[in-house]
Nanobody, 115 residues
Framework: QVQLVESGGGLVQAGGSLRLSCATS????????MGWYRQAPGKQREWVAT???????VYPDSVKGRFTIFRDNAKNTVYLQMNNLKPEDTADYYC?????????WGQGTQVTVSS
């Protein structure tokens, strides 16, 4: 019943921007921590961003200053604004949440950054 559906991926040139969306249902969105992850071909899944219930955000050094995670509680949706994209950002991007100690993932949306 928990559903997370990502959208907004596509092809963009280096230096460009994309905004990813994750529409959710089946759980209390307002009281859940949300996150974004990515997985490049041949690599393991990598954490990209986290936003708490109160709107506190955390990022790894690889995207800090370029990516912004934010949430719209009225729409049960979390977003990832990606600016100054680099070829190394190319990956499938997933949103996620945790419920009772279990992680839930969306189906992913593909982002390709050309050089």
């Amino acid at each position: 019943q928990v559903q997370l559906v990502e959208s907004g991926g596509g092809l963009v040139q280096a230096g460009g921007s994309l905004r990813l969306s994750c529409a959710t249902s089946g759980f209390a969105f307002k009281t859940n921590v949300m996150g974004w992850y990515r997985q490049a071909p041949g690599k393991q899944r990598e954490w990209v961003a986290t936003i708490t219930v109160d709107g506190v955000t955390v990022y790894p050094d690889s995207v800090k200053g370029r990516f912004t995670i934010f949430r719209d509680n009225a729409k049960n949706t979390v977003y990832l604004q990606m600016n100054n994209l680099k070829p190394e950002d190319t990956a499938d991007y997933y949103c996620a949440t945790a419920l009772r100690g279990t992680n839930y993932w969306g189906q992913g949306t593909q982002v390709t950054v050309s050089s």
